[in-house]
């Protein structure tokens, strides 16, 4: 009954981040700080982007589980993203299984993501034969690397 993504994001932005950093005596630059997520995850990821403008530079959101609300859902994330320019967002979704039955409210979010503005910094990628799992989404992480960490 009770949610726990705002708890989550702030143990990473506050304590996990920091600890690394202080492990590996460097200092966190918002260019080079995104969350990532699949799924549940993939949703916590755009929220966390939303929330946390200022920290995450990037959210690359793997299948991110849009059913779970619909559209409303997409709106209420789409519209609490930051503006487009310093940011960037990926998402993936495959076309089989679970991942099949996104294409509508993703398509949807991709709509709106290019209504309000977003274009380079923006990239959603389907990936045909791709299911909604942890082997899919490891295929997928070297394009959402190079996505976020291309100019």
């Not at 799924?39 to 959210?59: H, I, N, P, V, W």
Request: hydrophobic letters at 40%; glycine letters at 8%; a negative charge.
């Amino acid at each position: 009954d009770q949610l726990h993504g705002d708890n989550y994001q702030a143990l990473i932005a506050e304590k996990i981040v920091p600890a690394i950093c202080e492990f590996l005596e460097i200092t966190p630059s918002f260019e080079n700080t995104a969350m990532i997520g699949s799924s549940m995850g993939g949703l916590a990821t755009l929220d966390a982007l939303g929330l946390r403008k200022e920290f995450f530079s990037t959210a690359l959101a793997f299948s991110p589980h849009w059913v779970l609300g619909g559209q409303p859902l997409v709106d209420e994330l789409i519209g609490q993203l930051p503006k487009p320019g310093r940011h960037k967002i990926w998402m993936s979704r495959g076309d089989r299984k679970l991942d099949a039955t996104y294409k509508e409210d993703q398509d949807y979010a991709d709509s709106l993501m290019h209504k309000i503005g977003w274009r380079s910094t923006f990239k959603c990628k389907l990936y045909k034969g791709a299911a909604h799992n942890e082997r899919a989404w490891a295929k997928q992480v070297s394009d959402a690397f190079e996505f976020w960490l291309s100019n």
